[in-house]
């Protein structure tokens, strides 16, 4: 008994020992089954996670193989265009949705298959439906564990983006379109250089220029400003875009056709964040007519105003030589011309004209004339021909006018731009002439004419009042100097009258006959 327990004790202690031993073996394989299981639970949370995340992205995700069939879809595609897992998942891309636009093709997805993501814009379409929805599609190669070619397609719906778009596109358009119909030069320069970035086309109507020419070059504005008006304007413009964000400037342009236009000028300064001028936008308004009227009128003005002295100075004047000298200087600082002369045609041999009053800036050019009334060309100017036919003759531009070639240097260099002989008339002949000189081109229009001719008609009806009151004066003083004589003779004189009735008797008859006058008045 007492060895079978000996051999037993080992035994048994054997076996506890590898039940224990499996006890821990089966402990540590539940430990590692829920450990995986934990795992696995993780992983499952981690992948719907990250599903919802995908699901959740604003736009559309497809992962494609390479032959294009839908592997996986998010919800936000199936949302936006309204289909189904089962409609979408396992078909070919072309049977899901149809494009409009550049045809669905990929390059190959091996080693040389799509590097960087490619982006393409397209109107989207679902089968059996019409509605257009334009998307922007990205594809990207993606790697995969088997080494298969997979592609990311990104569907970003534009139709909110495009909206915008074509709102913006559609406002553009109708500003475009507004501009182009505004009766003005609508224009964007620089303000450094004054070259023009933008031009609206009617600036071609306007001024006969192509928009091209106006944007070529930073030299176009400045050097279509007319002469005279050129420094003062780039000049004012520079010195306002400084201190004013908007101003005003009025000038001449000159046009393609030669013309001249006047300009009136809007312009706003847009500055940089220092402050300083960078660009200039502004308007330029045609004003042509508005200032050709306004000359009008002032021109006209002062052609009244010179006509109203004209008459007080014929009032006034002892003699013609200062009346016509007088009637020379209102011409020019009441009328505002250049110069003004009068001459009177002589009846020599070649009926030459003598100037005999003047008044404004002349400087020695009546010596130059030469001037005469005849058929020759020293006839052929406004003076001559006004004197020859007794008709207003005007030359509107002494530079291009051939009847003024012989004075034409002389005219120019003093400034004279425009000419008017105005005849001097007496009995129907013309026995001088008033000839009135501008600096303007556009002087000597048919009412400022229209008034200059009456003034005319009073310098001549003026002259033949001074002429007839100086030949009362002469009869007169030759009157009393024969009153004095016969008054003085030593022998008696006598009038009478055609019946023989005495009138009149001197001392010397009083003093020989011994009658007083008085007593032998009527008697015959």
């Known amino acids: 008994g007492a060895s079978g327990r000996s051999v037993a004790g080992p035994y048994q202690t054997r076996r506890k020992s590898q039940k224990l031993k499996t006890l821990e073996q089966g402990r540590a394989g539940m430990k590692q089954l829920r450990q995986f299981l934990s795992q696995l639970t993780g992983y499952r949370q981690l992948k719907e996670y990250s599903q919802e995340i995908v699901d959740n992205v604003p736009a559309g995700l497809l992962v494609l193989s390479s032959d294009l069939r839908v592997l996986t879809v998010n919800r936000s595609f199936l949302q936006s265009f309204g289909l189904q897992p089962d409609q979408v998942i396992g078909r070919r891309l072309d049977e899901v949705v149809k494009a409009e636009g550049p045809p669905y093709h990929v390059p190959s ?50 139709s909110e ?59 176009f504005w400045p050097s279509h400003i007319y002469p005279s008006d050129r420094e003062r304007v780039v000049a004012a413009c520079r010195t306002n875009m400084i201190s004013l964000d908007v101003f005003e400037l009025e ?56 006509l109203t002295q004209c008459n007080q100075a014929m009032a ?40 005999v009053a003047k008044a404004g800036h002349e400087d020695g050019y009546l010596q130059t004339l030469q001037l005469t009334w005849g058929e020759g060309e020293s006839g052929s100017g406004p ?7 007794g008709q207003v003759a005007v030359v509107r531009d002494v ?7 012989p ?59 001074l002429r007839s009151r100086a030949d009362r004066q002469r009869t007169e003083e030759e009157r009393a100097r024969l009153s004095s004589a016969v008054e003085q003779a030593t022998e008696a004189i006598v009038v009478t009258d055609t019946q023989g009735s005495i009138l009149y008797v001197n001392p010397a008859f009083e003093h020989v006959t011994g009658y007083q006058r008085g007593e032998i008045a009527g008697l015959t």
């Open 251 to 306: 000038y001449r342009m000159v046009a393609a056709d030669e013309k001249v236009i006047w300009l009136r000028d809007k312009v706003r300064v847009l500055r940089d964040g220092a402050g300083n001028p960078q660009q200039l936008r502004g308007v330029m308004f045609d004003v042509t007519e508005e200032r050709r009227t306004e000359d009008e009128l002032r021109r006209v003005n002062r052609a009244l105003k010179a």
């Open 407 to 465: 004075w034409r240097d002389e005219a120019i260099k003093r400034g004279y731009v425009s000419v008017v002989g105005l005849p001097l008339m007496a009995d129907e002949k013309a026995f001088g002439v008033l000839t009135i000189y501008s600096a303007e081109s556009s002087a000597f229009d048919a009412e400022e004419v229209s008034l200059l001719s009456d003034l005319a008609r009073h310098v001549s009806a003026g002259v033949g009042l």
């Open 161 to 219: 983006s495009e909206r915008l778009r074509s709102a913006a596109e559609s406002s553009e358009r109708r500003l475009r379109d507004l501009i182009q119909t505004v009766d003005a030069i609508v224009w964007e320069a620089d303000a450094a250089s004054f070259q023009f970035t933008f031009v609206s086309q009617q600036a071609e109507r306007i001024l006969g220029y192509r928009v091209a020419d106006w944007v070529a070059s930073a030299d």
């Open 383 to 389: 003076a001559g021909r006004a004197t020859r036919t």
């Open 316 to 355: 006034q004047a002892p003699d013609e030589l200062t009346f016509l000298g007088e009637v020379c200087r209102i011409a020019v600082e009441v009328g505002e011309y250049c110069f003004a002369w009068v001459g009177f045609a002589e009846q020599d041999e070649t009926k030459s004209i003598r100037p």
């Open 399 to 405: 530079q291009k006018d051939p009847t003024f070639a």
């Open 109 to 158: 997805l091996g080693s040389s298959g799509i590097t960087t993501p490619q982006s393409v814009l397209l109107d989207l379409t679902v089968p059996g439906q019409t509605e257009k929805r334009p998307a922007r599609i990205t594809l990207t190669s993606i790697g995969h564990a088997k080494g298969e070619g997979r592609l990311l397609m990104v569907v970003e719906d534009q």
